[in-house]
């Protein structure tokens, strides 16, 4: 599902929904729920952090790539893996991650996170399961996304040999992926979003979402919070 704008297109009932936005809600939700982070409570508004907020949780979030206002930290994994380090609870309001996790959450089974800092525990997972598997790919304010679409397409090529690939769109992820995983990075520097963290200066950020396994977590979606699973 190539944006949260399109996920009522398809029935995501009793199956897993794998949850991506590389750049960068679900890198650092791997990475802070991997550092040891309680849990991260996903929010679609800003506004809805405030009572998360009295409670004493960290609010972490930004609009358009740059950290909101009064916020304790941006979107940035190392913040994330800084502050996950002190054990802490953390709410947390992003563009767009954080509308296609509340949005999947609404019909899905299970909603589990996805990113290349993960990927093989991801696999192993879906593998084991058993279970349909939607690929809810954040993209940017409704629109296609590459890097989103690059990760779904590494999925899908780790899941072919199991699983039947019942959508265009995964087959064509598949493909792209294929065809540029030689230089990833490379070809990444030409995504939009690419080309927005670096004139915010989050180039390394860029990098650190593009790299896999560093974490062996998968953060899943109990009673409106993020936890280790
Ligand atoms: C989002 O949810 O749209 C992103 O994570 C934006 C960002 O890179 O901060």
């Known amino acids: 599902c190539h944006s949260p704008e399109l996920i009522h297109l398809f029935d995501l009932s009793g199956k897993i929904a794998v949850v991506t936005d590389i750049l960068r809600a679900t890198s650092c939700m791997v990475a802070g729920i991997g550092s040891g982070a309680e849990q991260i409570v996903p929010v679609a508004q800003k506004e809805e952090v405030n009572p998360y907020k009295e409670k004493g949780f960290v609010t972490a979030g930004e609009r358009g790539g740059e950290k909101i206002e009064g916020f304790d930290i941006g979107n940035s994994p190392f913040e994330h893996m800084e502050i996950a380090q002190k054990g802490k609870s953390v709410v947390m309001t992003t563009t767009n991650g954080t509308v296609a996790i ?51 397409g590494a999925l899908v090529d780790r899941l072919e040999s199991v699983a039947e690939i019942v959508d265009d769109a995964a087959l064509s992820s598949m493909s792209l992926y294929r065809a540029v995983s030689g230089d990833l990075l490379g070809y990444m520097q030409n995504a939009s979003h690419a080309k927005r963290l670096s004139g915010l200066k989050a180039v390394k950020d860029l990098e650190y979402c593009m790299t896999k396994d560093e974490f062996d977590v998968i953060p899943v979606l109990k009673d409106g919070a993020l936890v280790k699973m």
């Open 102 to 152: 509340t949005k999947s959450a609404v019909e899905a089974k299970q909603v589990i996170i996805g990113a290349f800092l993960n990927i093989s525990s991801v696999v192993q997972y879906l593998k084991e399961s058993g279970k349909d598997i939607v690929i809810v790919c954040s993209g940017w304010k409704g629109m296609f996304s590459m890097e989103d679409t690059l990760f779904a």
